[in-house]
């Protein structure tokens, strides 16, 4: 494979330089055979003339073959390198020289026939009657009559067919000896310098991209960054070099400040939700306390919304300490098979109360009552009890909530349904942000910073597991996940 720049560029070059070579040889041959037609040409300008002056039946305006038979089997005495022929004054060939039927055109192209006569100059190529296809060098003279009128002309080739042949056959090992001198050289240099020129060309490029590669797998720490490049390094090669080393220093000054501040905001949130849990503790207690020893007081209702609030403030610092602890790492499983029909009995009962007082009906499906997963059993606790809390708050009285547990190709899939309020379109990509609030809850009697489906999500991810959810606004909502099976 030519994957790398070094081996395309070598494949590149050696395809310019045999494409070049193929050229030059084309270019050189036919050089030499215009050079070589031409002094042909030259050499035997006048035979045509000549023959017609030394031949009776020529110089008298004869034309015809019975009469000019004899007197072209003298002139082949000349050599088999020409072939004669008289024609006509249309070019129509009237006599020739040939064996018989040998002939595969019994007319000549006349235009390059009246150049000649013309003077202009040499090579010119006409129509060779044995092989219509080839243009071959000519010798050319007018016959006239005894009155001087054109009874046509006399053509002679020069160099005919078995020239061609015998020219084919011994240029034919020379053409091919001067093909591999030309192409074994053009290769052994194109390879030569290809390799010594692209080999320090692009090794610099190498190394920087090995040094790109150790950044991003090294965690992009500002030890493995590369600095020096082997090689010769062009002037590009090196400014790509030192932007890579800035953005690379930019990358890990940033991932270092990135990390202060989340270590910092952890930090400072754990410490808050640690402070606020005495006192709102201490508060809720008075509360209570209040509330027992005064069931009667005018008060009364006052105190109780302050302690639901309280309630409330208590359940959020909860969910921002279990957050930051799942962000830091710092939970982890307890693995243990768990029948999860039973647990959700469990919770629809938790939750039975609260969905009277909503007027939403509570119902598990379980086709397989005795199915077990493998999970932590009090975090998969908190991921439904999150979600059916969730499905509470967004749905309206007369609505159903409903939790199902199936076998599914991939273990077994937990689905928590409702026929509530739904989530827009454009909402649901963030629903599992921490502390991002949709403003779409059927009630507003339970405000909430939106943490419960982003510690279901996380909780989720520790168990290997992502959730999907499913809504249509004002038909309902449907989150599922799927969790391995236990071992029977």
């Known amino acids: 494979m030519t994957s790398s720049l070094l081996s395309r560029l070598v494949v590149i070059l050696t395809t310019l330089t045999l494409s070049a070579t193929a050229l030059l040889l084309f270019f050189v041959e036919r050089s030499e055979r215009l050079n070589l037609d031409q002094v042909q040409q030259a050499l035997h300008r006048e035979l045509a003339a000549n023959m017609v002056a030394d031949n009776p039946q020529l110089s008298e305006g004869e034309v015809a073959k019975s009469s000019l038979g004899n007197a072209f089997h003298t002139l082949m005495l000349l050599g088999p390198a020409f072939k004669i022929y008289a024609t006509d004054s249309s070019g129509t060939i009237r006599a020739y020289s040939d064996e018989l039927g040998s002939l595969k055109t019994a007319k000549i192209d006349l235009t390059p026939v009246k150049k000649f006569l013309s003077g202009e100059a040499l090579p010119l190529y006409g129509t060779d009657p044995r092989n219509p296809a080839r243009q071959q060098v000519f010798s050319v003279a007018v016959i006239k ?16 067919g078995k020239q061609a042949e015998l020219e084919s056959l ?73 932007s890579f080393v800035a953005l690379a220093d930019t990358v890990v000054d940033q991932m270092e400040q990135i990390h202060a501040a989340e270590s910092t905001r952890r930090e400072l949130l754990d410490q808050i939700a640690h402070d606020l849990k005495t006192p709102l503790a201490s508060l809720q207690g008075y509360l209570e306390t209040w509330l027992l020893r005064h069931p009667e007081a005018d008060e009364r209702q006052h105190i109780e919304i302050a302690l639901r609030n309280g309630r409330q403030l208590h359940r959020l610092v909860e969910q921002l300490l279990e957050l930051a602890r799942l962000d830091a790492g710092q939970e982890t499983l307890s693995l243990e098979p768990v029948v999860v029909a039973e647990l959700a009995h469990d919770i629809m009962t938790k939750f039975a109360l609260e969905a009277q007082q909503r007027g939403v009906a509570l119902s598990v499906k379980a086709p397989a009552p005795g199915i077990r997963v493998e999970a932590d059993i009090a975090k998969l606790e908190r991921v439904l009890s999150n979600l059916v809390d969730n499905a509470l708050r967004h749905s309206n009285a007369g609505g159903e909530v409903q939790l199902s547990v199936v076998e599914s190709s991939q273990g077994v899939e937990i689905e928590l349904r409702d026929n509530g309020v739904g989530i827009a379109s454009e909402v649901l990509p963030r629903i599992f942000e921490p502390r991002y609030h949709g403003g779409s809850t059927a009630t507003t009697q339970s405000p909430h910073l939106g943490l419960g489906l982003a510690i279901v999500q996380r909780l989720l991810e520790l168990h290997g597991s992502h959730i999907e959810v499913v809504s249509r606004l004002g038909q309902g909502t449907a989150f599922h996940f799927n969790l391995a099976r236990a071992d029977r």
């Open 145 to 160: 009559d005894q009155a001087g009128a054109m009874r046509g002309y006399l053509y002679v080739i020069v160099g005919g």
């Open 170 to 242: 011994y240029a034919g090992n020379l053409f091919q000896n001067k093909l591999l001198l030309f192409t074994l050289g053009a290769l052994l240099l194109a390879l030569l310098a290809s390799g010594l020129m692209f080999g320090l060309l692009t090794r610099p490029l190498a190394a920087l991209n090995q040094a790109m590669q150790a950044f991003r797998q090294g965690g992009l720490e500002r030890s493995v960054i590369g600095r020096i490049l082997p090689g010769w390094s062009s002037r590009e090669v090196i400014e790509l070099q030192d």
